[in-house]
């Protein structure tokens, strides 16, 4: 499968932006899709995940409350609604992709297999 991460630009604190991470190929149902991301001179951090099939969401606390993912099978899309936008939320955005991976590893960089080319997002204070 291939990931094409958007919405990316200048939003002031406060403010809310879009992600989406639109994939090709077949089966995307089969795949849990995740969104990392990685600031200026930090490694990248898991975000945010949701699972195949049911689409059980999965959330890091910096951003429990704040961003929301879904995933829309029919149009091979994910989402990350990202509200109350702070500073330090300033990185570049990643989405990921891989088949079937188990619930104990939603957060674990090294088990997606596809990657999207980043989109960045800054957030002036």
């Known amino acids: 499968v291939q990931l094409q991460a958007s919405g990316g630009g200048l939003i002031q604190a406060g403010g809310s932006r879009r992600l989406s991470c639109s994939a090709s190929g077949s089966f995307f149902i089969n795949y849990t899709v995740a969104w990392f991301r990685q600031a200026p001179g930090k490694e990248r951090e898991f975000v945010s995940a949701?699972?195949?099939?049911?689409?059980?969401?999965y959330y890091d606390d910096f951003v429990k409350g704040r961003f929301t993912i879904s995933r829309d099978n029919d149009k091979k899309t994910v989402y990350l609604q990202m509200n109350s936008l702070q500073p330090e939320d300033t990185a570049v955005y990643y989405c990921a992709a891989v088949s079937f991976l188990h619930d104990d590893y939603y957060n674990v960089e090294r088990y997606y297999n596809f990657w999207g080319q980043g989109t960045l997002v800054t957030v002036s204070s």
């Open positions: 949701v699972k195949y099939g049911v689409g059980t969401t």
